[in-house]
């Protein structure tokens, strides 16, 4: 369930070409994970699957932090995937596309007639994120009642109390919304809890042993919890699994991940067209998946974020390449890990991160941070960030997410490594920009 909006981006587009051998550096890649655990850089594990076959795994970290016990991550631990979920749902929905029993152009006032525009939105809408349905995790309240048990009803009546953003097919806006619906529409046809047609439709299907609807965090199955670095990994609160249903409740693992993107791309879930809908980009978005661009090459996954798990999962079918990643710690950039496993497996120039301190690092005393307190927003974006202190070191807090550190880098300038985010403050003239993925966003302090 994406709802951190540091999470959001998946790799960056490459332009030029370079020759890749099939027989890549193990050895190296191997060495970015090992620095990541050494630098307290990331926790989590990564998969690589090729032509159905796993040539690549590997954990750091630790599933389980506490006073009395570190419990180490291992290959078969298991992690919330968030917004990966939704791939999953997406699969069922087409399968129930392909039994007759469903059409893309079956509006939504045929199984929740009270919902704000339910004449007018498709199954296609809700799929490709076009229906205008308001994201009901970009709410300032959503932190504060994410970890209590909700009902479907309570969670309708959630989604209804707002008006549409805007009009089916106007525009395409990502919104969690359309997947809660999606998996409810699933369990309403077909009469069955959406854990039970997950398990009936896809896991028993293709041997996914460790996939299932999650609950709350159970170490002694394997299960992980999900941690911040501040000045030392601090667990994460859990959002009740009540609530992302079909947009991002689902427990898996790395290798399973590949097994079901390999199954899926293999016409094993869905069939020939079904599978070429989802695929089919309209502004940007798929119909439960993401085209992802590296250098010459072109990728179909999804990717996810929930509580402190970030997670992602693509699949090269001109390479017969799946690659999961899922993570339940992150304090670098998941981009640039991505970059660095790809880059490492395709054979092209990269070099691995040494995490020296930087020279433009700076320390500053808590009464100089005080110009930069404050509640900024933008017209550019729907979030509202206060920024705080605690003593040296400056947080920032977006709309509905937890709070993050920031690291001064330059007079005015900080940055969050693990989303890569950079904040640029003007105190003079009360304003912030916040840069991301290449994309800036100006904010204004509130009076």
């Known amino acids: 369930m994406s709802i951190r909006f540091y999470t959001l981006l998946f790799l960056a587009v490459l332009s030029y070409t370079t020759i890749y051998s099939q027989n890549f550096?193990?050895?190296?890649?191997?060495?970015?994970?090992?620095?990541?655990?050494?630098?307290?850089?990331?926790?989590?594990?990564?998969?690589?699957?090729?032509?159905?076959?796993?040539?690549?795994?590997?954990?750091?970290?630790?599933?389980?932090?506490?006073?009395?016990?570190?419990?180490?991550?291992?290959?078969?631990?298991?992690?919330?995937?968030?917004?990966?979920?939704?791939?999953f749902t997406a699969t069922m929905i087409f399968q129930l596309i392909d039994e007759g029993k469903l059409k893309l152009s079956t509006t939504l006032d045929q199984y929740f007639p009270l919902l704000p525009n339910a004449k007018k939105i498709t199954i296609a809408n809700l799929l490709n994120h076009h229906s205008g349905l308001h994201n009901f995790t970009d709410e300032p309240d959503y932190s504060e009642w994410m970890t209590q048990s909700k009902t479907q009803n309570e969670m309708l009546a959630i989604i209804a109390k707002?008006?549409?953003?805007?009009?089916?097919?106007?525009?395409?806006?990502?919104?969690?919304?359309?997947?809660?619906?999606?998996?409810?529409?699933?369990?309403?046809?077909?009469?069955?809890?959406?854990?039970?047609?997950?398990?009936?439709?896809?896991?028993?299907?293709?041997?996914?042993?460790?996939?299932?609807?999650?609950?709350?965090?159970?170490?002694?199955?394997?299960?992980?919890?999900?941690?911040?670095?501040?000045?030392?990994?601090?667990?994460?609160?859990?959002?009740?699994?009540?609530?992302?249903?079909?947009?991002?409740?689902?427990v898996a693992t790395p290798s399973d991940l590949c097994k079901f993107i390999e199954a899926l791309f293999s016409f094993k879930l869905v069939s020939e067209k079904s599978l070429s809908q989802m695929k089919t980009i309209s502004d940007g978005m798929g119909m439960g998946m993401f085209q992802v661009p590296f250098y010459n090459k072109k990728a179909y996954g999804h990717n996810g974020g929930i509580d402190g798990f970030v997670s992602n999962l693509v699949y090269f079918p001109e390479d017969s390449l799946a690659m999961a990643y899922c993570s339940n710690g992150q304090n670098y950039s998941m981009n640039n890990i991505l970059l660095g496993v790809l880059s490492i497996y395709f054979n092209k120039d990269y070099s691995i991160p040494t995490f020296e301190a930087s020279a433009i690092a700076l320390s500053l005393k808590t009464e100089e941070l005080d110009p930069y307190l404050g509640v900024y927003s933008s017209t550019q974006i729907p979030l509202k960030i206060t920024v705080t202190k605690d003593k040296t070191t400056l947080f920032a807090q977006a709309t509905g997410q937890s709070a993050f550190p920031l690291e001064a880098t330059e007079k005015d300038k900080f940055k969050f490594e693990a989303a890569g985010i950079k904040m640029e403050f003007n105190p003079e003239k009360n304003e912030m920009t916040l840069k991301q993925g290449g994309v800036s966003y100006l904010f204004t302090k509130n009076k």
């Open 25 to 87: 550096n193990r050895a190296k890649l191997d060495s970015l994970f090992d620095i990541l655990a050494k630098k307290d850089k990331a926790m989590g594990s990564l998969t690589l699957s090729k032509n159905g076959k796993v040539i690549y795994s590997r954990a750091i970290g630790y599933s389980l932090i506490s006073d009395k016990e570190k419990k180490a991550s291992t290959v078969f631990t298991k992690y919330r995937i968030g917004s990966i979920s939704k791939m």
């Open 162 to 250: 707002h008006k549409v953003d805007f009009e089916p097919n106007e525009k395409a806006a990502y919104s969690n919304s359309n997947y809660i619906v999606l998996g409810y529409i699933i369990e309403k046809i077909t009469q069955q809890a959406y854990a039970k047609n997950l398990s009936e439709r896809i896991t028993s299907k293709t041997g996914l042993s460790n996939t299932y609807y999650g609950a709350k965090t159970n170490p002694a199955n394997n299960e992980s919890f999900s941690f911040q670095y501040i000045t030392s990994w601090l667990q994460r609160p859990e959002t009740d699994m009540s609530i992302p249903g079909g947009a991002g409740a689902i």
